[in-house]
């Protein structure tokens, strides 16, 4: 059963205090947002790209950016090897925190050796001077080869 597995290496409990209810309407929000018409903002090399270009997180190396058809702005970077996955992570939300905006998701998910975190970030209605609009990435990061 799938609620009897440990949580992490010390889980003695196999479940928590409390869900996630209270915060779930921002999720939902973020969610409809997404799934809005024109939603996503063009031109994410103007807009994204010189503040992770600027950015400068040690330990990481963008190697290619570019655009997909979907509008999806995907990052190539390299990590210095031998990182931790709780590296990579930090490393990467701090790269990542130079584009979010109010509302953002993040999904980490691993292909091989690199972590991927695919982003959904914008701002809600009324949120800002702005109007509504958002920005989708990919970040891959990959474990540096050779010197």
Known sequence: ?????????????FTGVAD????APAVEELAALARRPGWVAEDP?????PHLRGASVDGV???EIRTGE???LAVDAECDPGASRGELRR???VLLGTVAEPAAS???RRDGDAAVFEVVTGIPDGAGPFA???HTLRLTLTPATGP
Do not use: C, F
């Not at 059963?1 to 409990?13: E, V």
């Not at 090399?45 to 790209?49: A, R």
């Open 45 to 49: 090399e103007i807009h994204l790209v």
């Open 1 to 13: 059963m799938a609620g009897s597995r440990k949580r992490w290496d010390t889980d003695d409990r």
């Open 106 to 108: 993040v999904r980490e």
């Open 91 to 93: 490393r990467a939300w």
């Open 132 to 134: 509504s609009h958002g």
């Open 70 to 72: 979907d509008g999806v």
């Open 20 to 23: 996630a209810s209270a915060l």
């Open 61 to 63: 190396r963008i190697v």
